[in-house]
């Protein structure tokens, strides 16, 4: 938010809180989900015995054993200094490059590999690597709904753009047309949340051609952040294909906090690939950024646990399971629903064109949804595939009764 004083000593009279920290605070898209997390039926019956919960990507079973024994492991002491400060450790930077080579087929090289307290900080980090207060960055609806705060909060400006709801496809024309001078970078979230669609190598292929017309047509270069924070959980022997892989000028940003269903655990990277040209260039800007930007490293025990995390996943077959269970339940009660192609969720047209009113509805009953609202997408609503089996079918005769009740 510009200071109204344009430089001018503060008045005596000002609020306590800055202007920058007021513009967060009243971002629209944060204001929504707090009023979520605060004062919503989730907010109220999300510690309850019983309910469904679906509402986040939370855990609700326990974690498994190789997980557990990933930690206790790294937990162990093995020289003094096992403690210590850490910044990006050697062995962990050079298993997650190893992973990545494996899992995208690309080249990365462990010294173009950033660690982070997950992935906010990964993308976080790859804004202010990139742009300039006042520059632009654009992203689809429906989002993940942390970017505008990030993006707010980095002083830049966010542009939104509006995807195909048929399809769940990014909308190329409309990216296109959303590109001025003062365009750094596009966000794209492939396997996507909230609607679980992977874009097809085509898409990306024409995507990486839509930047290189707008860089060369508007003389500064526009950067893709690739928020892959979902990039293993992929469903039906489908394969992931990063915008990396088509885009040479892509930041990727993940989490292990997907990977393993613990989000609380916070422990990501940015990575830039071999291909980059000005890979060097951002390497010592990145480098400064995790110092200022509070020491962002991920704290030692996650790091040394990192090689042993990237061995394993959760079960993606349970999550698949529970997915094709919910899908044929929900198809056959009338639901116009989509069969996700990867993450934990399915993004479904609410019966009720109010999809808050939905939410409030099922919720009553004791299942817990997030609304479309909350992803700046109305007359929908999100599923999350986290929830325990015995959930899941518990909250089918909820569900069926909410779209029975609109005839």
Known sequence: MPHPDEGAPAPATRAPASYRAAGIAGVASYRRINSFLTTSVYARRRDEPGVCDFALGNPHDMPSEQYVSAYREALTPRNEAWYAYKTN?????EAAAASLDRHLGIRFRAEDLYLTTGGFTAIAMALKAVADPGDEVIYSLPPWFCYEPLITEAALVPVKVKVNTDTFDVDLAAIAAAVTPRTRAVIVNSPNNPTGRIYPPELLTALAGVLEEASARTGRRIYLISDEAYNRIVFDGLRFRSPAEFYPYTLVAYTYGKTHLAPGERIGY?????????????????????????WIYPNAVLQQALPALEQFTIDVGALQRKRDLM?????????????TEGSFYLYVPSPEPDDMAFTEEVGAEGVLVMPGALFETPGFFRISLTASEDMVRRSLPVFELAIRRRG
């Open 89 to 93: 450790e050697p062995r962990a930077r």
């Open 270 to 294: 940015l990575a830039l690939p071999a291909a980059m040209p000005v890979r060097r260039q951002l390497a010592e800007p990145l480098a400064a950024l995790q110092l200022a930007m509070g």
């Open 327 to 339: 899908v044929e339940a929900l198809a056959g009660m009338g639901y116009r629903i989509r069969k």
